[in-house]
């Protein structure tokens, strides 16, 4: 069993969309385990080779428990190789989410007397334990459920990788704003844009005459020479500091011709290079 990751959060963060990404990727996942019942189930687990990654929900139904968090997951980082994962969100965000699938909140009592935000501040209140002892706090207020699942996958990638470093390469475009959780980076829009060329417009930045456009531009190629160099030291660096995930943002205007051009130049160069199988996610690609 190579990793245990503990996912909890508020309601509505988006919890079920996290847990759900990591099953995909091949996590053994249990939702909703009781704080006390966790280290008998991974003691049991770490016999079998099959399993080689753990994911378990903790949420605010197991509130007698959750005071006694911090000691909780002391003790099982001891035994196992265990990250804390909290999802947040705005208030204004949450009350959004459940009116539109008018799910009823956990707590109950006070969401029966209509008064949402009182039961959210609860929730925050009794979680608090949780999220004061997590190793990553992530904020899905500006996350659809798409994006969600990329960043989890992004962050913790499947059980079936080997490589010491999981990396994810996402291009976007700077008017729908900048992706949550990057670690490096990176504005294109000072390269020439290929938006203004009638027949280059249609197209995609994945497109060979879009990327060719793109990547025999002089500025581009100084660019490229500088990034590729930076990206050549880092991920070294990386590895020894013992980061197991790294995500890197290229934004343009649009998201659709530079920034995805660029993303696969990268992409391609990382593989060559470092021999490592980045994943790359266009966001705003069409």
Known sequence: MDKVIILSGLSGAGKTVALRALEDGGYFCIDNLPLTLIDPLLSTLKERKNIKGVGI???????????DAYQIFSDLKRKYKVEILFLDAEEGVIIRRYKETRRPHPMFSLYREGDL????EEEKALLSPVRDASDRIIDTSTLTPHQLRHTIISAYGTMEETQPLNLSIISFGY???????????FDVRFLPNPN???????LKGTDTSVSGFVLQ?????KFLAHLKG????????????????LTI??????GRHRSP?????????IKNQNNMRPKVIHRDME
């Open 57 to 67: 929900g903790v949420d605010v139904r197991e509130k007698e428990f959750l005071t």
């Open 117 to 120: 935000p009182r039961a959210i």
């Open 175 to 185: 008017k729908f704003g900048v992706p949550q959780n990057l670690d490096l980076l």
């Open 196 to 202: 203004f060329i009638p027949e280059l417009k249609p």
């Open 217 to 221: 531009n002089e500025e581009t190629g």
């Open 230 to 245: 930076l990206i050549d030291f880092l991920i070294p660096q990386y590895i020894k500091e013992g980061r197991t995930y």
């Open 249 to 254: 943002g290229i934004g343009c205007t649009g």
């Open 261 to 269: 051009a660029i993303a696969e130049e990268i992409s391609s160069h």
